[in-house]
T-cell receptor, first 113, second 111 residues
Framework: EPEVTQTPSHQVTQMGQEVILRCVPISNHLYFYWYRQILGQKVEFLVSFYNNEISEKSEIFDDQFSVERPDGSNFTLKIRSTKLEDSAMYFC???????????FGPGTRLTVL | DAKTTQPPSMDCAEGRAANLPCNHSTISGNEYVYWYRQIHSQGPQYIIHGLKNNETNEMASLIITEDRKSSTLILPHATLRDTAVYYCIALTNFGNEKLTFGTGTRLTIIP
């Protein structure tokens, strides 16, 4: 069964450093998403992406964040200058089309020191 | 999207049916009811969704009341691996793309 994959599973970085989180969505899916979950809190939507542009973003997704689909398979989330409060689990998801079921990856645990 | 209300926690004996309720009294006609679960800190796992008819798949059954103001997710024979947080989410299938997760129901399966 096709799955969303994410790498790395755990990323440790120093405050102020740039990080790139990687995702490989399910191959025939067209919509891609990033969510995050701070420890003990709800899963929060960050951004959705379609046809090589951002479709929707939340207030959390400020100028420090960017997304890209650099090739036909990867979907990345970049945080330019990490802050302590960026420490969280980051989940990638994909769906066949807008409004269809979203399937999530296993997540990347980001720890900012 | 309509707000959903779920009990914060439930217990169920292993091997029994787990029935997880969800209230969505303000749901609109074009909003589906989606169920996801999250085991520990893993990624949310899709379980099932429906609009107004009852639905069943290999994981669970979804019973939606006729007025669509509430629904129940049924795990027919709960196992220890079903211990997770279960989320009920109302979502229209056009226009709105993001899933809005609440706090869900923490289901604990008791051996």
């Amino acid at each position: 069964e096709p799955e969303v994959t994410q790498t790395p599973s755990h990323q440790v970085t120093q405050m102020g450093q740039e990080v790139i989180l990687r995702c490989v969505p399910i191959s025939n899916h067209l919509y891609f998403y990033w969510y995050r979950q701070i420890l003990g809190q709800k899963v929060e939507f960050l951004v959705s992406f379609y046809n090589n542009e951002i479709s929707e973003k939340s207030e959390i997704f400020d100028d420090q964040f960017s997304v890209e689909r650099p090739d036909g398979s990867n979907f990345t989330l970049k945080i330019r200058s990490t802050k302590l409060e960026d420490s969280a689990m980051y989940f990638c998801a994909s769906s066949v089309d807008r409004g269809n079921t979203q399937y999530f990856g296993p997540g990347t645990r980001l720890t900012v020191l | 999207d309509a707000k959903t209300t779920q009990p914060p926690s439930m217990d169920c004996a292993e091997g029994r049916a787990a029935n997880l309720p969800c209230n969505h009294s303000t749901i609109s006609g074009n909003e589906y009811v989606y169920w996801y679960r999250q085991i520990h800190s893993q990624g949310p796992q899709y379980i099932i969704h429906g609009l107004k008819n009852n639905e069943t798949n290999e994981m669970a059954s979804l019973i939606i009341t006729e007025d669509r103001k509430s629904s129940t997710l049924i795990l027919p024979h709960a196992t220890l691996r079903d211990t997770a947080v279960y989320y009920c989410i109302a979502l229209t299938n056009f226009g709105n793309e993001k899933l809005t997760f609440g706090t869900g129901t923490r289901l604990t399966i008791i051996p």
